[in-house]
């Protein structure tokens, strides 16, 4: 997690204004958190984790050689593979509610349902 918290205390650091996606904010956000090892590739590590909206997200890591796997380790690249999959989409809401062209009452509109 080391690299996450980095790279948002970097952000937090040159932050002009209240709008800004932290990690504390997407954390709070995960519902549940799920580690997968593939039978065929047991030293691969995917992780699933469900955001309390009920969207998934996947990270994967696996070694270059097989020989370095860390279960420990795999865990933890995996987790941060897939929350840094979160950020964008995170700051894509956040920039759509800046430029009010969200009507959380037309949803309709905006997805053509």
Known sequence: MDSLQASD???KAVQ???WRVSLEAMKRRVSTVEYLHPESIPHMTICVI???NGYALQGM???AD???YNEKLGEEFA???ALRKMWPLE???MRDMLTDSIDVFAPN???GS
């Open 79 to 81: 987790y941060e593979d």
């Open 91 to 93: 700051a894509y809401v």
């Open 50 to 52: 469900l955001l309390n």
């Open 9 to 11: 205390d970097r952000s």
């Open 109 to 111: 509109e905006r997805w």
């Open 61 to 63: 890591s696996a070694p």
């Open 16 to 18: 002009q204004t209240p």
């Open 66 to 68: 097989p020989a370095n």
